[in-house]
Structures are given as C-alpha cells and as structure tokens.
C-alpha cells in the first residue's frame, strides 16, 4: 500500500512571495488533515477535510493560508502572502475516519515539506 | 480546551533497561489516546492508541502504554529498549465530544527519547 505523498520536500521563499504544497493521500481514505510543525512543537492541526468538505478549520490563518480538495483525493495546501515565522514543516495526513464523530482512528503521515522563508 | 503535556523534552536510557515516556492530558469529555513515533527525515508513525477497554494498550515495536483516568495519564512504556528506539516521540489526544470538546486532534510538543549502548 502506498504511502501519503507531498511535494515538494523542500522549498526557500522570500518573505510575500506565494507557496503551495501538495499532498495525495492513501488510496480511500476519506479524511485528510494538514498539520503547521514549528521547530520543537508538536504538529498543529490547520484544516481537516472529509471528501472535499471541510470539517474545521478553526486554526487555519485565513488571511494568507488557503487550502482545497476539489475532487476529495489531492489536497493543496497554500500561503499568500508569507511571513518568516511561517517557516515550518507542513506535514499532510489521511484517515479512514468517518466525519461528524469523534475519530478513534490514526493517522498515517507524509514525509512533510520543509518551508523556510527568508 | 483539550491539552497535551509531555513534561520531558528528553529521556536517556541504556540499551537494555527499561523506558518510559510521560504524557498527561486536559478533556472535557472522554479522550481517546494516541502514541507516533518521528525518526529523522521521517514522518510521523502511528504506534498505539487507547480507546476503551483494557487501560494497557499494546503496540508496535513492543511498546505499551497504560492509560490512568484519575492521573489523566497515558505514559509510553517498553520494557527493554533498543538503539533503534531514539526518536522523537509525540502523545495526542481527542476528545470523544461527550461534553462538547474538541473532535480535532492535539498533539504534544514531543519527548526526544537517546538509547545509549
């Protein structure tokens, strides 16, 4: 079974430029989460998806970050315009989770994309 | 608000000897429990979670953890550890909505476990 794959594994912006990550998650699993990790924090929940609905966002900054899930398979994760301390792994997960209840189910993890701005 | 605190940044431990990692935990309702492991230029890995049921919950790699409701406790446990341990460890938790918490998920900052030879 394939992995949750990202891309890219790296990227150096400039502070205000544009960003967008991309993230395919397994094969049928329904819901997919991106996660902000800053350097020694835990990962940060920013937007949870099940299908193509959102199913919060609630700590996504929605003045500059922007995230999608048009056919509910791939996810794009974007930042306009960027800050430095948006500098961080960003790391994508997917879940066979049901929406609507309290998941019991775990995660499983892209490698993540290293982001640094500069 | 629901909350996770890994009280150790960093855990030593010789190879052989047992090792714990602490993780305790705010809901408002009933939680359920979750371990991932993070090796180097990895991402993370699901390890073992807590549910229901039996409150020691047995995982991959031969970790264990035992969930403790009146502590709010969920430490990270194996009897006899391996070099091939050291890693970055991260407790999470979800609150069940009984009480109208939380559904995302919360992570910890992480404890960085060093199993010396």
């Known amino acids: 079974e394939a992995g949750v794959a990202q891309s890219p594994r790296y990227k150096i912006i400039e502070k205000r430029q544009s960003v967008a990550f991309w993230c395919n998650p397994i094969s049928g699993h329904a819901t997919l989460y991106w996660y902000q990790q800053i350097l020694g924090q835990g990962p940060k929940l920013l937007i949870q998806f099940q299908n193509n609905g959102v199913v919060d966002d609630s700590q996504l900054p929605k003045d500059r970050f922007s995230a999608e899930r048009l056919k509910g398979v791939d996810s794009t994760l974007k930042i306009q315009p960027a800050k430095l301390e948006d500098s961080a792994v960003y790391l994508c997960a997917s879940s066979s989770s049901r929406a609507g209840v309290s998941s019991y189910n775990e995660q499983f993890f892209g490698p993540g994309t290293r982001l640094t701005v500069l | 608000a629901q909350s996770v605190a890994q009280p150790e940044d960093q855990v030593n431990v010789a190879e052989g000897n047992p090792l714990t990692v602490k993780c305790t935990y705010s809901v408002s309702g009933n939680p359920y429990l979750f371990w991932y492991v993070q090796y180097p230029n990895r991402g993370l890995q699901f390890l073992l979670k807590y549910i229901t049921g039996d409150n020691l919950v047995k995982g991959s790699y031969g970790f264990e953890a035992e969930f403790n409701k009146s502590q709010t406790s969920f430490h990270l446990k194996k009897p006899s550890a391996l070099v091939s341990d050291s890693a970055l460890y991260f407790c999470?938790?979800?609150?069940?909505?009984?009480?109208?918490?939380?559904?995302?998920?919360?992570f910890g900052r992480g404890t960085s476990l060093i199993v010396h030879p």
């Open positions: 999470a938790v979800r609150d069940r909505g009984a009480s109208g918490g939380s559904y995302i998920p919360t």
